[in-house]
């Protein structure tokens, strides 16, 4: 059986999901085998997209107009194609940059498993620069007194990192070593450095 999901960021009916609703329909969707959102791709509360999930079974494909309407971000992308492949559940993507990948197929699962290669190797490098940076920090180190949880190392990965829209903010947090309070103490949601922050960075800078 072809599902279909559909999203738009904003509820205030300013955007319409008509293209989305076509191109599914013209993919041999039913009209009731369609689930629409109405919601950030950021927030995690997609109802739709829940029960679309949970409602699949073995030998189904889902289908979705572009790859940005599925998942959060990649690290999320691929964690949900890997579910619905477990499950024995394909996912096909009708165009943009992702319409290569159709995991009902051999070289659809090629694409997407360079997709996967590529989460991992984000991960891997911002744990790459999170240790790199401490360790410099420490080579320039603070001497006596207690140390800082946040090092300036760690603090301008932050502020990087969270200036992203695409960034979990746990998952950066878990990089880092600290809770998601200590995060957000240091750093705004928008990148921007707190008082606390630009007391640490301050010595550094000048």
Avoid at 57 to 66: A, E, H, N, Q, Y
Avoid at 85 to 110: E, F, H, P, S
Avoid at 174 to 199: D, F, H, I, N
């Amino acid at each position: 059986m072809l599902i279909g999901y559909m999203r738009v960021s904003k509820a205030d009916g300013s955007q319409s999901t008509d293209l989305q609703r076509d191109a599914l329909l013209s993919a041999g969707v039913e009209p009731g085998n369609l689930y629409e959102d109405h919601a950030s791709g950021k927030k995690d509360d997609r109802p739709e997209l829940a029960a679309c999930l949970k409602g699949m079974r073995d030998g189904d494909t889902l289908l979705v107009w572009k790859l940005d309407r599925l998942g959060r971000n990649l690290h999320h992308l691929v964690n949900t194609v890997h579910d619905l492949t477990a499950r024995g559940i394909g996912l096909r993507v009708l165009t943009g940059q992702g319409a290569a990948v159709d995991t009902t197929t051999a070289a659809g699962k090629l694409v997407f498993g360079i997709f996967a290669a590529l989460a991992e190797f984000e991960r891997e490098l911002i744990s790459e620069r999170t240790k790199a940076g401490m360790a410099s920090a420490r080579a320039r180190g603070h001497k006596g007194g207690r140390p800082f949880t946040m090092t300036p190392a760690k603090i301008r990965l932050a502020m990087s990192a969270m200036g992203q829209s695409e960034t979990h903010i746990g998952k950066l947090a878990k990089e880092l070593g600290v809770s998601r309070q200590t995060l957000y103490r240091y750093v705004s949601p928008t990148g921007e450095p707190r008082p606390q922050a630009q007391r640490i960075l301050k010595p550094t800078n000048g």
